[in-house]
């Protein structure tokens, strides 16, 4: 488990240092799927993870911040840096006795809301910690893979997605 959380964030940190060289207007295009542009699919992986893992540590999960309030590469960066801070210590002591804990019937936000008129839609979540850790890992590989797409329509490489060759497994 923790090896593929290691691997997200080695791609995401991957992903940040590649858009560092795409002009504002390209981060910022509007596209087909994901969250609508490039950054805001990458403010969405890390609210997402941050959210879910809060939900997981017990803790009150607070409605989503605006992405108009980050929507800027830096920012979205800063904004990892500090959501990492929760979520590294709860990830890396997990556990298998906390495989099978059952997710309290607490409210969770669905999805991140983006602008400030729209409601919150809220459902509860009837599940293991087992299945919300492995949601977490899958939700930001599904989304590397939408921005993968991107890149190459704006004509730059991707991030490689290999697992291999990471130093992962070199422990």
């Not at 803790?59 to 801070?85: G, I, M, N, R, T």
């Amino acid at each position: 488990m923790l090896t593929l959380f290691q691997y997200n964030w080695q791609v995401r940190e991957d992903w940040f240092s590649l858009c560092e060289d795409i002009p504002d207007e390209e981060l910022l295009k509007k596209r087909v799927g994901g969250f609508g542009s490039i950054l805001n699919t990458l403010f969405h992986i890390v609210d997402v993870e941050y959210m879910w893992i809060l939900g997981l540590r017990g803790e009150a999960v607070p409605e989503a911040p605006l992405f108009e309030d980050y929507a800027s590469l830096q920012k979205v960066k800063d904004l990892s840096v500090l959501y990492h801070k929760k979520v590294k210590p709860f990830v890396t002591s997990w556990t298998n006795e906390m495989e099978s804990r059952k997710l309290s019937e607490t409210d969770f936000i669905e999805e991140p809301i983006s602008s400030r008129d729209a409601p919150i839609r809220r459902r509860v979540i009837e599940c293991t910690h087992g299945e919300i850790i492995r949601h977490v890992i899958v939700h930001e590989i599904h989304h590397i893979g939408q921005l993968s797409i991107w890149a190459r329509e704006i004509g730059i490489e991707p991030i490689s997605a290999n697992l291999r060759g990471r130093g992962l497994f070199d422990k």
